[in-house]
C-alpha cells in the first residue's frame, strides 16, 4: 500500500471513529481513572483529597481525569470561597444517567467477560 493511499485509509477510519456517538461517548468517559472518579461521586460531592482516597490516584493524574469529565459536563466543580477555600466536585444529570447505561455493560460483561475480581474496579455491582 503507498504512503498516500494508506494516509487516505487512515484519514477516513478517522472520520468514521469519530462520527460514531458510541466512540464519542466512549472517550469521554472511557479510561479506568474517569470511570473510578464516576463512582466515587455517586452517593454526592467530594473534594479532591477525598476523591484522591476513593480512587487511588496521584495527583496529577486525578486532576486531569477531572478536567476532562468537567470539560465534558460530567462532573461539576463547585468553590466555596469561605475560608477555608474548598473545591468540592458532583455528577451532572449528565454524569448520573451514566448509571442506567453502565448497569447495562455490567450485564453484558457478566455474560460475555471473563469475570471481574473483587476491588476498587468492581464498584458497579454495588450500584
Known amino acids: 500500500m503507498s504512503a498516500e493511499t494508506e494516509s487516505r485509509q487512515n484519514e477516513i477510519e478517522k472520520q468514521n471513529a469519530s462520527a460514531c456517538p458510541v466512540i464519542q461517548a466512549i472517550d469521554q468517559i472511557g ?3 474517569r470511570m473510578n472518579i464516576i463512582y466515587a461521586l455517586r452517593e454526592g460531592e ?10 487511588g490516584a496521584r495527583s496529577k493524574t486525578l486532576s486531569d481525569a477531572l478536567d476532562e469529565l468537567v470539560d465534558n459536563d460530567i462532573v461539576t466543580r463547585r468553590m466555596e470561597e469561605d475560608a477555608p477555600v474548598a473545591v468540592y466536585y458532583g ?11 453502565l448497569a447495562e455493560l455490567d450485564e453484558w460483561a457478566k455474560d460475555w ?3 471481574a475480581p ?10
Open 31 to 33: 479510561t479506568p481513572w
Open 46 to 55: 467530594k473534594r479532591f483529597n477525598e476523591l484522591k482516597r476513593a480512587t
Open 91 to 101: 455528577l451532572t444529570t449528565k454524569g448520573e444517567d451514566l448509571f442506567d447505561v
Open 113 to 115: 467477560g471473563e469475570v
Open 118 to 127: 473483587e476491588g476498587p474496579n468492581s464498584r458497579l455491582h454495588e450500584t
